[in-house]
C-alpha cells in the first residue's frame, strides 16, 4: 500500500460480493487515492464460491459486521475515507460518528436508528429475508425478480438480470431482523452518534427510485444530523435504484462524490 496516498475503504451492502466495488477502486486509484473493498467476515473471494457456501456468512450480527471494518481501518497507515452503499452506508454512518475516519459517503443507507419512516415498497424489498423469522440465522439469496424489485426497478430487464449473475452473493439476514427492530430496543448497534460535533464530513446519497431504501428515508436520515455542526450534506439522483453503484450510470455517481471529496479538500 501507498502510504503517501488517502485510504478509501468500499463497504458493500447485502447481498452484492464485495467485487462489485472493482470500477470504483480502479476510478479511486486513478485519482491518488489508495482504494480497498474487504468483504463482510466470512466472504468468500469470488462470487462463485460465495454462492457454494453461503453458511460461511450465516448469522452474522451487526456489531460483528461492524467490528470486522473496525479491525481493518486499524490496520491503515493513515486514517480512511469510507464509502459505503446499503448497509455499507449505515456502518459508513456509524464509524464517522465514532469518529474513526476522515469523511464518509452514505449511498442509499440502510436506515440507522431514529429513522421512523418504512415505506411498502421498502418492507416488500425486506421479505425475503424478513418474510420468514426461521431466517435471522441463516444466510438468504435473492430470486432474479426479487433483485429485479429491490435494486434493478429503475433500469432495463436485461441488465438488471446481468447484474444478478454477475455480482450477488447469500448474505446473512440478521443484520436485517436488528435494523428493523432497532427502534424498539434501547442499545441497538444501528444507532449512530448523529450530535458529533468533531467527526469529519459526510455526504449523503439517495436514489430517488430506490425501493429497497426509498428517497425519504435517507431524508429522515439526513435531518438526524440537524444538531452537528460537522459538515454533513445530502445529494438525489433523479431516477435511480438501489443499482446506482454498480448499473451502467455509476460512474455518474463516483464522480460526484469523488467532486464532493475535492470539496472537501480530501
Known amino acids: 500500500m501507498n502510504t503517501n496516498r488517502t485510504p478509501v475503504v468500499f463497504i458493500h451492502g447485502l447481498w452484492l460480493h ?55 481501518i486499524d490496520e491503515l497507515p493513515a486514517p480512511p475515507i469510507l464509502v459505503g452503499h446499503s448497509f455499507g452506508g449505515l456502518i459508513a454512518e456509524k464509524l464517522i460518528g465514532e469518529g474513526i475516519a476522515r469523511a464518509a459517503v452514505a449511498i442509499d443507507p440502510a436506515q440507522i436508528k431514529g429513522v421512523l419512516p418504512l415505506p411498502l415498497a421498502q418492507l416488500r424489498s425486506g421479505l425475503p429475508a424478513l418474510g420468514n423469522p426461521l431466517n435471522i440465522g441463516r444466510a438468504v439469496a435473492l430470486t432474479k425478480a426479487e433483485f429485479r424489485y429491490g435494486f434493478g426497478n429503475a433500469i432495463p430487464e436485461a441488465e ?19 435494523v428493523a427492530l432497532a427502534n424498539f430496543r434501547f442499545h441497538a448497534t444501528s444507532e449512530v452518534n448523529t450530535r458529533n460535533d468533531d467527526r469529519g464530513p459526510l455526504l449523503l446519497i439517495s436514489g430517488t427510485a430506490d425501493h429497497t431504501v426509498p428517497d425519504v428515508t435517507t431524508r429522515a436520515a439526513f435531518r438526524m444530523y440537524r444538531h452537528s455542526l460537522a459538515v454533513t450534506e445530502l445529494k438525489q439522483f433523479e431516477g435511480r435504484g438501489h443499482s446506482l453503484v454498480i448499473d451502467s450510470r455509476w460512474p455518474d455517481v463516483a464522480q460526484a462524490v469523488l467532486a464532493w471529496l475535492k470539496a472537501q479538500g480530501l
Do not use: K, M
Not at 449473475?165 to 436485517?176: G, H, K, M, N
Open 18 to 72: 464485495a467485487s462489485s466495488w472493482t470500477q470504483w477502486v480502479d476510478l479511486f486509484r486513478q485519482h491518488g487515492y489508495e482504494p480497498v473493498a474487504p468483504g463482510w467476515p466470512g466472504e468468500a473471494a469470488t462470487v462463485a464460491e460465495a454462492r457454494a457456501f453461503p453458511e460461511r456468512v450465516a448469522d452474522q450480527p451487526l456489531e460483528r459486521i461492524v467490528a470486522h471494518f473496525t479491525a481493518l
Open 160 to 178: 438488471s438480470d446481468a447484474l444478478f449473475e454477475r455480482w450477488t452473493i447469500p448474505s446473512p439476514a440478521r443484520p436485517l431482523f436488528e
